[in-house]
């Protein structure tokens, strides 16, 4: 059966995308990346903050909508068994793609120094997982989901043992954790896998939602995310439960505000994914019935995410090399390694404006890339390959 599309999440999943590309140029490009953390309130500015927290958004609305897609998936295709094979298959293929051509382009290090297991690598293990939960409904997965949303923040501190083989296994599973496998081969863990597969199973448990006419979900996504923004508002004032690092008074208000608003994302608390899956189903409410040529043109991305994922982290780390050239580097100064992308150790990069500037240039040289793509994928429906990119 031909799975219908949802205009609202190819939108939101289309809009999450182009923010995702300002948050790489920022990386490879600006000049502080290399030494400066955007969200350190006694080195940031508030743009400089914001430019690097509206991001914060990206990964989990990505995961989310995984766990929507995958209930959409079992659904329409009626056969249960071919959705789960179809999921499995899906999952490995992307860890694969994680180890191989995402981690390439972000290191550009033909020699693979580096191995980072991100969110290519945690929407994988998801539907590994989901594709051996095929026999437990959406309601059950969706409330073990949240349980793992509310209560994760008990794990980590408790599950690191020193032990460095359990040490592995645990960070893979609850915390993050850097392992130098070989004295030239860095993996590092940056997105655990529980975490992620809660936010996952909590987008399959809601895929239900989607069965729901426009108007009735509208309501009900509205309601969910305006109460998850308030749940945020009373635990953040608590201070107590839902973040590792509680807020403080800063020199003013703005920096107060910014401490507030200032969550953990590696590993996601609590609070974090509060914020980003209540902003989410408030711009997937905002979204339903909302049509017009901003819509269609952002949807152009949402359709072809992985295809955008994969070109656009090339085409960023491409201009990357260009900047350090046209700056009066040569190849000898470029700098490979674990956790080395080829950018001088110091000296290069540009400033904010220039990072923005950049990064719409990226975005609008993506809609053509992603338009053609989405056209291909739609007028060849027999090319199975094409359901795995």
């Not at 999943?13 to 948050?23: E, N, P, Q, W």
């Not at 597969?197 to 996504?221: D, N, Q, T, W, Y």
């Not at 807020?247 to 509060?274: D, E, G, H, R």
Request: hydrophobic share 50%; with cysteine.
């Amino acid at each position: 059966m031909q799975m219908n599309r949802i205009k609202s999440i190819d939108f939101a999943r289309g809009l999450v995308m182009i923010i995702m590309a300002l948050d790489h140029t920022r990386d490879l490009l600006h000049v502080d990346s290399l030494t400066q953390d955007p969200t350190n309130l006694a080195t940031t500015s508030p743009v400089l903050f914001f430019t690097r927290w509206i991001t914060h958004f990206c990964a989990p609305s990505f995961v989310f909508l995984s766990g929507v897609s995958a209930y959409l998936s079992f659904k329409n295709r009626g056969d249960i068994r071919e959705s789960r094979r179809f999921l499995l298959k899906r999952g490995l293929w992307l860890i694969i793609l994680e180890f191989t051509v995402v981690n390439f382009f972000l290191w550009c290090d033909i020699h693979f120094r580096t191995l980072i297991f991100e969110v290519i690598a945690a929407i994988g293990c998801g539907f590994i997982i989901l594709s051996l939960l095929y026999r437990v409904s959406p309601k059950i997965a969706g409330i073990a989901g949240l349980v793992i949303i509310f209560g994760h923040d008990l794990l980590p501190a408790a599950l690191l043992p020193a032990n460095p083989v359990l040490r592995f296994f645990a960070s893979l599973l609850v915390g993050m954790g850097a392992f130098r496998l070989t004295p030239h081969l860095l993996l590092v863990i940056a997105y655990p896998v529980l975490p992620w597969l809660g936010i996952m199973l909590a987008g399959f448990g809601c895929g239900r939602l989607f069965e729901l006419p426009a108007g009735s979900r509208k309501k009900v996504f509205g309601r969910i995310g305006g109460a998850a923004l308030v749940l945020f508002i009373l635990l953040r004032a608590i201070n107590v439960y839902g973040n590792p690092e509680p807020w403080s008074v800063q020199k003013n208000a703005v920096f107060t505000f910014l401490s507030f608003i200032n969550y953990s994302k590696y590993p996601p608390s609590l609070c974090f994914a509060l914020v980003t899956l209540g902003g989410l189903l408030l711009l997937l409410a905002f979204a339903e019935g909302w049509k017009n040529k901003f819509t269609e043109t952002v949807s152009v991305y949402g359709k072809t995410p992985l295809f955008y994922f994969l070109i656009h982290l090339g085409v960023i780390h491409s201009i990357m090399f260009i900047m350090v050239f046209a700056q009066g580097y040569h190849p000898a100064d470029l700098v490979f390694g674990p956790l080395k992308c080829g950018r001088p150790a110091a000296g290069s990069g540009i400033t904010l404006p220039f990072v923005y500037m950049v990064w719409l240039g990226v975005v609008a040289l993506m809609y053509p890339l992603c338009s053609w793509y989405g056209r291909y994928k739609t007028s060849h429906p027999g090319k199975k390959w094409l359901r795995y990119l």
